[in-house]
């Protein structure tokens, strides 16, 4: 048959069109060179999947390829992504893990990770499980002279109280939030962590839940919280119920996004920084008192760096992109890691990402003081964020020479990923803007904040201005 695996195989992830780019042969061929390239034959290997419709049967195909190539699955089922990250953390074993994300309801793929939740990039050995992937699905997997066994295990009750004892939420002031799971994995995950599903006591949250129905095919809106168009039934609901804050995560929920009580968004950098001063608080009241290391991408506020900085610990800034910043975590041996997207990641959780513990953070802070979550928030958005502008273009390296050309003399430039430029309005008040070049279209993305938000919108309009020539 043909594939087109260049397609299908990410820089991070496997995703494509279920029974298109993505069939159970292909995924069978996948699980055999997964096994293979990590010499996993003997071992044990974690399988896991979301709520899609084609999950369980892709999950099953994988098994199979698995054990002819000599492991033996252990099945976790239905399970978010940074669940199948706990198993692979805590069980010391890789992992495989079936979700598509925020992606629609024909697409699916595979999250990889080796033990202890190490990603596994096209650098860090994708490649290698895709090509010997090509040689089984046409040669066929020739299975080994004993074969892996399967079993099943249940892993939640030992995630959630896992999670639990990394943030304490037993004494917090009584709260009620609205959680919109968008028929994703969340639906599974909340009344976990946060309510009494897996057998742990009660906390003082009152959770009015939305989309809890555990639904492929996102009958409500799409997983999708980053498109502002997904958030708005939560926002009204949050108003609609006077409740304290709302929570919205997307469809394999290691992603989480925050309303305030107004109904306002509250921005990912505001958050991973109000998620890292209370990680730096928290390694700091067990002992760790210097080499404190917390990265930020190049994109969020400057605001983050600020707070890592004045509360006594290392920021250190990264490129944009989830295996590099999993595997600096590691290099740095850093406690926290935030991003632009949502994406927040914890070196007590293994280095991965878990929305769900940056979620319980924000419940923690707000349910620790009497303030209001919109004027916890303000404090951490001082600035102001254009968000992230996504143009298409004809030709990306002429746009982005326009956009150097025209502000040549005018800031620093650097080229660390993209351009950023930096410098001072007439008024002495200071702005930056980064440009950055999509991987896998003809896009130009633009991110610009400043300190005041004429100057934003400013360089904004001019900026993109010169993209689009």
Same mark, same amino acid.
């Given at each position: ?6 397609? #299908? ?35 044990? &290997? #974690? ?56 992606? %629609? ?85 909340? %009344? ?189 958005? %001082? ?9 298409? &273009? ?72 010169? #993209?689009?020539?």
């Amino acid at each position: 048959m043909s594939v087109n695996w260049d397609a #299908i195989v990410k820089t991070y992830d496997v995703r494509g069109l279920v029974n298109v780019d993505l069939t159970a042969e292909v995924v069978e061929a996948l699980a055999a060179g997964f096994v293979d390239e990590l010499e996993a034959a003997g071992q044990s &290997v #974690i399988v896991g999947h979301d709520m899609r419709d084609s999950s369980p049967l892709f999950a099953e195909a994988f098994a199979r390829g698995a054990q002819k190539r000599g492991a033996h699955v252990i099945s976790i089922g239905l399970c978010s992504t940074d669940e199948s990250y706990f198993a692979s953390g805590i069980l010391g074993l890789p992992a495989a893990m079936f979700t598509a994300s925020h992606n %629609p309801a024909t697409y699916n793929g595979i999250k990889f990770s080796r033990a202890g939740a190490r990603g596994i990039s096209l650098d860090t050995g994708l490649a290698a499980i895709r090509d010997r992937a090509k040689v089984y699905l046409v040669d066929g997997i020739a299975e080994v002279a004993t074969p892996g066994g399967f079993e099943s295990r249940d892993v939640i009750s030992e995630y959630a109280g896992y999670l639990r004892e990394l943030v304490d939420l037993s004494k917090v002031k009584p709260m009620r939030v609205v959680v919109d799971a968008a028929n994703g994995m969340g639906g599974l995950t909340v %009344p976990a962590v946060l309510s009494t599903a897996a057998g742990l006591p009660a906390l003082p949250i009152e959770i009015i839940d939305m989309y809890f129905e555990l639904d492929g095919t996102f009958p409500n809106h799409e997983a999708n919280p980053l498109e502002p168009a997904n958030l708005v039934d939560l926002q009204k609901a949050v108003v609609a119920h006077k409740a304290d804050l709302g929570l919205a995560f997307d469809g394999d929920a290691d992603r989480c996004f925050v309303i305030d009580e107004n109904g306002d968004p509250v921005t990912p950098s505001a958050v991973a920084a109000m998620v890292a001063r209370r990680e730096i608080a928290r390694v700091k009241a067990l002992g760790e008192d210097k080499d404190i290391t917390v990265l930020y991408n190049l994109i969020t506020s400057k605001v983050v760096a600020e707070v890592i900085e004045e509360d006594g610990a290392k920021a250190e800034r990264t490129k944009v992109g989830h295996s590099l910043i999993k595997d600096r975590m590691a290099e740095t041996n850093a406690i926290f890691g935030g991003e632009h997207s949502a994406h927040y990641y914890f070196r007590d959780f293994w280095g991965a990402d878990n929305g769900m513990l940056a979620a319980m953070h924000v419940l923690a802070e707000f349910g620790s003081q009497p303030d209001s979550l919109s004027a916890i928030a303000k404090q951490y958005n %001082p600035y102001f964020l254009s968000g992230e502008i996504n143009s298409k &273009v004809q030709d990306v390296p002429a746009a982005k020479a326009r956009v150097e050309a025209a502000f040549a003399g005018r800031g620093n430039i650097e080229y660390f990923d993209g351009i950023t430029i930096s410098g001072q309005d007439a008024s002495g008040a200071w702005w930056w803007f980064n440009v950055r070049a999509s991987n896998t279209e003809p896009l130009l993305r633009l991110n610009v904040e400043a300190k005041e938000q004429t100057t934003m919108a400013q360089i904004r309009d001019e900026v993109l201005a010169l #993209i689009l020539g």
